[in-house]
């Protein structure tokens, strides 16, 4: 049997795009210096440019160099509008962002007054959900300025206000959990990775160009997970559901997924076991300092949530709401599942 050529090394992280010191600008109560008004709303406007898909054609295109090759790269996405965060919100906003792919919230919440104290403190630019999940955050005592350090805290919310049962991943990203990770964006389903600094979904520890590093959770950083690129050997059988890019030859783009991601795991069928015969992993992810998606190698971003162990000194003292053991105690090797209902 012929061997197949050695899987491809991951793409290169893309130039850094522009990004501000977090916190909450000066003009709002309780606030903390963060990314000015002028800068803010020209990533707003980016974000809006960006078109149906979300910016992955533009994406595809800064990353061609690193995909071609003989491997076959299979696209599961799902597009979502950004948001842009307005101080440390990183994962309030990665939370609000994943409601895109869920549904409208549950009906019974009444939200009204929740969104009538947002719009009143001038919370509403980042949409009424963003609203609603901030001001809840806040009366039960998860916030103060829209950090998030719990992962459990954030899943709480999730399952609260969101049409979606939260599933709590502890241990990280890889080893036993691959698989489950793997098959769980297969379908379709959004991923919150936390990170120790900004907020809600699967934290990671970021670095100036947005991506996963490893500084002990100085940089930490939620950031919502929307989709993958794997590589399969070049000789492997696709099925007749998956469209060829017009641009990218050896790219392949998967079956659209409708509201609420696939229900019986038709995403993870058509490539077999996740666990076996795959190449590189590149996750789709997006994160409220940029409008635009990007895609880390899955292994980066593992232990980057792995060694979150501490709030950076610049940050002690900043009035932030940590839990019991404090970042590590938080956020941690843990994640957010989030399952459509």
């Not at 160009?209 to 059988?237: D, K």
């Amino acid at each position: 049997m012929e061997r197949a050529p050695p899987p491809p090394p991951p793409p290169p992280p893309p130039p850094g795009t522009p990004s501000g010191s977090p916190g909450t600008p000066s003009g709002t109560p309780g606030s903390r210096p963060g990314l000015g008004p002028v800068l803010r709303e020209a990533l707003e406007r980016a974000g809006e440019a960006l078109g149906e898909d979300g910016g992955l054609r533009e994406l595809l295109r800064r990353r061609r160099d690193s995909l071609e090759g003989p491997w076959k790269w299979l696209l599961f996405h799902r597009p979502v509008p950004p948001l842009i965060q307005n101080g440390p919100q990183c994962g309030l906003v990665a939370l609000a962002m994943a409601g895109a792919l869920l549904g409208p919230p549950r009906p019974q919440l009444g939200l009204g007054a929740l969104l009538e104290t947002a719009r009143a403190r001038g919370y509403t630019r980042h949409g009424e959900m963003f609203s609603a999940l901030l001001e809840t955050a806040r009366a039960r005592g998860y916030t103060r300025h829209g950090e998030m350090f719990s992962a459990a805290h954030l899943a709480s919310l999730a399952q609260d206000l969101l049409p979606c049962r939260a599933e709590l991943l502890q241990g990280g990203l890889g080893g036993p959990n691959r698989g489950r990770v793997l098959r769980h964006l297969l379908r379709g389903r959004p991923l919150l990775v936390p990170d120790p600094f900004m907020g809600p979904p699967p934290s990671y520890d970021g670095d100036s160009n947005h991506g996963p590093c490893r500084r002990r959770g100085h940089r930490a950083h939620w950031a919502l997970i929307i989709g993958l690129l794997v590589a399969v050997p070049p000789q492997a059988p696709l099925g007749p559901r998956f469209q060829r890019d017009p641009e990218i030859p050896n790219v392949f783009h998967a079956p659209r997924i409708g509201a609420g991601g696939s229900q019986n795991g038709a995403g993870g069928s058509q490539i077999g076991d996740p666990e076996l015969g795959l190449g590189s992993v590149l996750v789709l992810a997006l994160q409220g300092k940029s409008p635009r998606p990007q895609l880390w190698p899955l292994g980066a971003l593992a232990d980057s949530n792995a060694q979150l162990r501490e709030l950076s000194p610049h940050r002690q003292g900043g009035g932030f709401v940590l839990p019991p053991g404090g970042v590590a105690g938080g956020l941690q090797g843990r994640a957010v599942l989030l399952h459509p209902l």
